[in-house]
């Protein structure tokens, strides 16, 4: 959450977030499918070593994504924008979590500008990210798979009301499955402008996360068709298509402000 005060905004998480980004990572751990191309199967008395130190750094990634997200609603003065036009003094994921908060498209836009604002935080804190061209092809496949995976982790735990997704057509946060789409499809371009692969190479990495995230997804109990992949019925992978170039624009404006 970001609470904004007249000496400085400030970033506010609560235990129950951290505790359940670390139950939902573990839960999925637990299912012998949730990665079986990657790691061993869990023990029957609990997750293998690599299981487990592969979960420590998935649960490291979602808490950075989060962690992210409310710094980039502060750099971009989110707050500045909405206390403008909506009298509003807090941003915040838990308002998400029941979706009860009613918004119109700017509260929606802001969220969407701060996702793709954290992407590209993450990506430029990333040890030598500026020298990612140099870069051996498995350690570019797994960062991009790991801070893809633990993104659409954590809009699964956003979406936990398992509300209609066309319900938050008037909601303050987009649907939790909408921002991981446009989130996953920014980082197969904002990649592919750094790192030289092979046409579709990042693409395919998209859908191993997308498969693996489905997975995770079904062991949590997410009904049939939401968040599985290219089988969703209600988020195709180009249903955003349209919003992109009002997205754009609104992007521009925002970093506009202050100049």
Known sequence: ML??????????????????????????????????????????????????EFGTHLVLHMLDFVIHHEIAHDIRDHLGVLGEERGAAELGEVLSLHAIEHGDELYRFIEFDADIEALDLQMHEMGKFGEIADWPAAEVEDAFFLQMLAMLLTCQILDQAHEPVQAFGARTHPAPVHRAVLYSDTMVTSFSEHYRAEDGWFKNIHDQAWYEASIAAETHGFPEGRWRGLKMADARFDLLDPLRPVLIEFRQTIGMRGR
């Open 3 to 52: 609470l904004g005060h007249p000496d400085g905004n400030a970033i506010i998480m609560t235990v129950g977030l951290a505790e359940a980004i670390e139950t939902y990572v573990q839960g999925a751990l637990m299912n012998p499918d949730f990665l079986s191309d990657y790691l061993p199967e869990p023990l029957t008395n609990g997750l293998s070593e690599e299981r487990r």
